[in-house]
């Protein structure tokens, strides 16, 4: 466990070190921005959707006492999908979606060996290759973690509107009342922390695989399980430290 932490903490290292080309690796950043925010874009928005709607009916159905206002269902739905479904679910499904096709991608260059031809023409490999996927990582999760929030709350509005279990009027005021702006910066510190484990770590399952095509979809799917494993940690650290 020791020897992987030293590793992983000179990978880093090694990873941002001062760039030989400025250009070259802004370009590269910007195409691992693409890759990260706008080819998750579409699986984060079905998700958010639908679980803020079924998180809106679950509460509804919850709230069978006639003293409890019906407008708790809009903050409860607020603040669960703030602090807790659009950051930490999201990010897990980020971890299967992003950090397979990092641990994949690095780990098949490992094995054709077009990692060390970088290293024979003095590139830095692991600024080039991983630091770009860290800084999209850090970036891009927390533009995901903000429209997730948008749709799930829009999602538990449908719910309303489709369901009736509550008037959307009554959600609206909910999802209005007592709004704590703590809340929005622990998902975003959450969401920033998560898309550096999920770059970190599955850059380096991939960057360290040896062998063949066998190897490269075990260090995937490593680096998914570590990642997923570690989102969790961090959730409850920052949970407890920042609330």
């Known amino acids: 466990m020791f020897t992987s932490l030293g590793r992983y903490i000179l990978l880093l290292q090694l990873s941002f070190r001062k760039p030989e080309k400025f250009k070259v690796y802004w370009a590269e950043v910007m195409r691992e921005m693409v890759?990260?925010?706008?080819?998750?874009?579409?699986?984060?928005?079905?998700?958010?959707?639908?679980?803020?709607?079924?998180?809106?009916?679950?509460v509804a159905f919850q709230l069978s006492s006639p003293l409890v206002p019906r407008s708790i269902a809009g903050s409860i739905?607020?603040?669960?999908?703030?602090?807790e479904f659009s950051p930490t679910i999201s990010s897990l499904v980020l971890a299967g979606r992003v950090g397979s096709s990092i641990a994949s991608q690095i780990g098949t260059m490992r094995v054709t060996e077009q990692i060390d031809a970088l290293e024979i023409m003095g590139v830095n490999a692991p600024g080039y290759l991983i630091a770009p996927k860290i800084i999209a990582g850090?970036?891009?999760?927390?533009l995901l973690v903000?429209?997730?929030?948008?749709?799930?709350?829009?999602?538990?509005?449908?719910?309303?509107?489709?369901?009736g279990d509550v008037s959307p009027s009554?959600?609206?005021?909910?999802?209005?009342?007592?709004?704590n702006g703590l809340t929005v910066r622990v998902?975003?510190?959450?969401?920033?922390?998560?898309?550096?484990i999920i770059a970190?770590?599955?850059?380096?399952?991939?960057?360290y695989t040896s062998g063949g095509a066998l190897e490269?979809?075990?260090?995937?799917?490593?680096?998914?399980?570590?990642?997923?494993?570690?989102?969790?940690?961090?959730?409850?650290?920052i949970t407890r430290l920042m609330l």
């Open 138 to 142: 850090i970036t891009m999760v927390p």
């Open 35 to 58: 890759s990260v925010g706008i080819g998750s874009l579409g699986i984060i928005s079905i998700i958010s959707l639908f679980i803020g709607a079924a998180t809106t009916i679950q």
């Open 187 to 196: 998902a975003l510190v959450k969401a920033a922390v998560f898309g550096f």
């Open 170 to 179: 009554d959600y609206i005021a909910g999802v209005q009342g007592d709004f």
């Open 216 to 237: 490269v979809g075990q260090s995937a799917t490593k680096g998914v399980v570590y990642s997923c494993v570690m989102i969790l940690f961090a959730d409850l650290v």
């Open 146 to 163: 903000i429209a997730s929030i948008t749709l799930g709350i829009t999602g538990g509005w449908l719910a309303c509107v489709l369901s």
């Open 77 to 83: 739905a607020r603040d669960s999908t703030i602090l």
């Open 200 to 207: 970190s770590i599955c850059a380096y399952q991939g960057f």
